[in-house]
């Protein structure tokens, strides 16, 4: 049984990766699942263990409900507890509008919104059991501002934010905490190829993209640090869209 365990959809890489060994850093044993890239997901528990907490990487689809309840199911009968949920794991399939096609709608609503429900649910009833717990769910900037192209993922987004504050607003007598994160634009492979960075930073009033610390650093003081704070979008993204 874990002292106190940290779960991180989507933690192998990126974001997930830095959150995942942010919460090592602050004495967590974690969890992290991640789709396919075994190699990626590998050396990233070798660098949590290095805080000389206790790491396993979980490969399954977050967005397949009958994958998550074998997994998180087999992950609660090892560790016993599940204090932090970090709802992490995303994709992008960018179109405009008039080009998408029902694949790319569904494959984004799947996978970044329909997921944090299969994920939330089962570990909500640890949660409770427990009387105590933090969630963290992975919104955007462009789930409060919309985006030329991203008609899915801001729609998936947005609805990751009712997510977040209804859910604080059913768990909170339970001392069960959910919030969520904005983040602008985070450097990692998601938007390495992304076109046109030098236009962004004139609409970035911190001049730069955003680092996975970064928002690492949030998902700490909405999990760790803070004890009061519940039904937030903490908005990291130096300031795209004050
Ligand atoms: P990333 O570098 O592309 O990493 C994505 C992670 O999610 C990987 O660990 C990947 O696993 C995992 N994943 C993808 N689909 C999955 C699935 N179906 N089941 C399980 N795991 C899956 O992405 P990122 O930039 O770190 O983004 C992390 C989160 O932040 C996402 O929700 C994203 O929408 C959000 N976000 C990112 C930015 C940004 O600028 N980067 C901005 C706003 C919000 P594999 O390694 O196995 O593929």
């Given at each position: 049984m874990s002292e106190k365990l940290a779960l991180v959809t989507g933690g192998s890489r990126g974001i997930g990766k830095a959150c995942a060994l942010k919460l090592a850093q602050a004495g967590y044993d974690v969890v992290i699942n991640y789709a396919g890239n075994t190699e990626a997901a590998n050396q990233t528990i070798e660098e949590i263990k290095a805080f000389g907490v206790e790491a396993e990487a979980f490969k399954f689809d977050v967005s397949n409900q009958e994958s998550v309840d074998e997994n998180i199911a087999k992950i609660v009968?090892?560790?016993?507890r599940i204090d932090i949920l970090v709802n992490n794991a995303g994709i992008t399939r960018d179109d405009l509008f008039i080009r998408m096609d029902a694949d790319k709608w569904n494959a984004v609503i799947n996978t970044n919104l329909n997921s944090a429900f299969y994920v939330s649910k089962p570990v909500i009833k640890v949660m409770m059991k427990?009387?105590?717990g933090a969630i963290v769910n992975m919104s955007s900037v462009v789930g409060v501002s919309g985006?030329?192209?991203q008609a899915n993922y801001s729609a998936a987004k947005a609805g990751l934010i009712g997510f977040t504050k209804s859910l604080a607003k059913e768990l909170g007598s339970r001392?069960?905490?959910?919030?969520?994160?904005?983040?602008?634009?985070?450097a990692t492979d998601m938007t390495k190829d992304l076109a046109n960075t030098e236009e962004m930073m004139k609409f970035i009033p911190l001049k730069r993209m955003g680092t996975p610390e970064d928002i690492a650093a949030a998902v700490k003081f909405l999990t760790v640090d803070s004890t009061y704070v519940t039904g937030q979008v903490l908005e990291v993204d130096g300031g795209l869209i004050i």
């Open positions: 009968e090892k560790y016993g427990q009387r105590s985006n030329i192209g001392n069960i905490r959910v919030n969520a994160i904005a983040p602008g634009f985070i």
